[in-house]
Structures are given as C-alpha cells and as structure tokens.
C-alpha cells in the first residue's frame, strides 16, 4: 500500500531537521526502499518552502501561495503514483491545511505529530535568521496562530494546557484517527 508520511508541528518545532535527521533511522522500510533503488529522502519528498524557493525565489513569498498547493498537491500525488512513498514536510496544524488529503482514499497516511512548544519554536526561528539560514521569516504572531490552531484542529481541546502528556496524546489520536492511519510523536 502507498504511504504518507504528513508532518504536523508548529513553524520551528522541527520537523525539517527531524526529516534531515532521523526519518530514515525511524522509518527503516523508507530507508531501504531509497537505498535499494539508488534514491534519497530528497526525491519523495514534497515541501511547499521548497516549491516557494523554486517558483518564486524566497521561500517567504506567499504571493503565489494558491499554485504553490497545487503544485505540492501534483508532486505528492506524483510521488506516490511513481514510488508509492511521499514525505510531505509542512506545518500541516490546521483542518484546513490537511483538507486536500481527503482525496487520497487508497493510501496510508502517518500523521508525525512534533510537540508544539511557541518559545522553543519562536527561539529557533529567531536564531536561524540571525544566522542567514534560508528559511521562511515566519513572524512570532504567527508561531502564536499555528498554536490555537494546533489546539483547536488537532488536539481538538482548546483548554488544552500545552502539557505534551499521555492524555493530550491520546486526544490527538483520538482526533486525527479519521484523517491518519496511525499518528507518530516526535
């Protein structure tokens, strides 16, 4: 069966590095798969900071934000037509973000869930732009955003009190059971 792997995690939790990282050593069928074939993570791979770095030149350009999703929409469907895996590597925290997985009815999807924590995310965030590194100038009051939405779309608990515990866990697989197949947590 094909599989997608769907990051959720708020701007600056992680979720690129872990991809860089760790992805592969978690996901040991993935691993061999790309080996066997000569491939690397990079080829089933869809990010739209990516896609907004090739069609527009700076990955903070949201002004062509509407083509942008389709064009990841078109790859990740791509991907999993040509190598039946798909890593899509985006922050994913809202029901709305996640509503054009819908379609994609004869496929597993793995939800990697990262613990959202707004200071750690807005610190990196900060710090990678103070260094140069290309990568989306998210302001903090959008960090803060992706939070509430995180509550309100995947934990489905606005009280909610950003304890990353058992229970909340149990509440996100108990909310993203009807989108995901299975829900890691990073």
């Not at 078109?74 to 037509?81: A, C, E, G, P, V």
Request: aromatic fraction near 12%.
């Amino acid at each position: 069966m094909k599989k997608l792997y769907y990051s959720i995690g708020l701007s600056g939790s992680g979720k690129s590095t872990y991809y860089k990282n760790r992805f592969l050593t978690d996901f040991s069928e993935v691993a061999n798969f790309l080996k066997e074939r000569g491939l690397t993570l990079e080829n089933i791979k869809v990010c739209p900071d990516d896609i907004r770095r090739e069609v527009c030149g700076d990955v903070s350009d949201i002004s062509r934000d509407n083509y942008i999703w389709k064009l990841a929409d078109s790859r990740l469907k791509n991907n999993l037509d040509v190598y039946g895996y798909c890593v899509f590597d985006a922050t994913g925290v809202s029901a709305s973000a996640r509503k054009f997985l819908k379609k994609y009815t004869d496929i597993e999807k793995i939800a990697i869930v990262f613990e959202p924590d707004v200071d750690l995310s807005k610190e990196r965030i900060k710090k990678d732009l103070n260094e140069g590194v290309d990568r989306s100038k998210v302001p903090m009051f959008v960090v803060d955003r992706q939070f509430e939405s995180f509550k309100n779309n995947v934990v489905g608990d606005i009280n909610w009190n950003k304890v990353y515990d058992e229970v909340a866990k149990k509440k996100i697989k108990f909310h993203l059971g009807g989108e995901f197949s299975d829900v890691i947590f990073v």
